[in-house]
């Protein structure tokens, strides 16, 4: 089933359906760069096989994904030693000031996103629980995002990092323009109900159905001719690119990096995010996330 440490690879359906689960259930699926690697590795894995029609990107456990895995990163993920992963001695890993910052980000949050946005095959997300920040660029990255009931999606880097919201700026697309301001300066969440509303999410499912129902929903569309179903989706995509999508990415990730910088100035190189020092709230003591209520300030 999967020779990967942090997520599952399975196909059903004599191999026309492959299924990657993130497989850190008891962290709710965050996003540490082991886990970013192997997904890569996955994404690329389903594009080279022939026989797969449509890709499920999954979740394990409660959660799809609350995000960037903060805690891992701090734990000594990124520090030199035996626990260091390898990508960080690479793609800029060595290099120093924000220059390391901007290369590894462009790498492992930006391009690899963009990349799977571009696979050479149909991707169905299914989420459920929150899904947190860069949750959300996982997310976005496919064709189509089903979610279950429990459903609920925000961005609270704004509000808890200091930042101007994850890598992959996709909000404006997803959320439109006036949402995507008022989701991340507020940090409120989005209910699933609206995010079918929106047209985020195309179906909503039970619960207890959500698997069933995700491959259901992936059989009726690997029943498409493999290049018909390319050609919508490179035609959709295309559309998007010509109404200035990827330049507007590329123009949003400068300023993430560029609002990096500007705590690594304050903090005379200590943080590259809002702290508590700094005036922050602190990730690890902010509150629980809030929805969003049309009637409530």
Known sequence: MSDYRWLLY??????????????????????????????????????????????????AGPSFSAGHDMGRVHAGEAAPGPDQHPSFRENGGTKDGMEKWMRQEWHYFFNNTRR?????????????????????????????IVADETAVFADVVGTRLG???VEYFAHPWEFGPRKAKELLLTGDSLSVEEAHRLGMVSKIFAPDR????????????????????????????????N????????????????????????????????????GGPGWQQAGPVQPADVRRP
Not at 133 to 142: D, N, P, T, V
Not at 230 to 237: A, D, P, S
């Open 10 to 59: 399975d196909t059903v359906d004599d191999g026309t359906i492959a299924v990657i689960t993130l497989n850190r259930p008891e962290h709710r699926n965050p996003q540490n760069r082991g886990l970013l690697v192997e997904l890569g590795e996955a994404f690329m894995r389903a594009e080279a096989d022939d026989t797969v029609r449509v890709v499920v990107l999954r979740g």
């Open 210 to 241: 959500l698997e069933e129902d995700t491959l259901a929903f992936a059989r009726r569309i690997a029943r498409m001719p493999t290049a018909a179903a390319l050609m919508i989706k490179e035609g959709v995509n295309q559309t998007q690119d």
């Open 116 to 144: 799977w946005r571009d696979l050479r095959k149909i991707t169905v997300a299914s989420v459920q629980g929150p899904v947190y920040s860069a949750g959300l660029m996982l997310m976005w990255a496919c064709d189509l």
């Open 163 to 165: 930042m101007c919201g």
């Open 243 to 278: 109404q200035g999508f990827y330049n507007s990415l590329q123009a949003a990730f400068t300023l993430h990096e560029l609002n990096h910088a500007h705590w690594a100035v304050l903090s005379q190189g200590e943080s590259i995010i809002q702290t508590a020092e700094l």
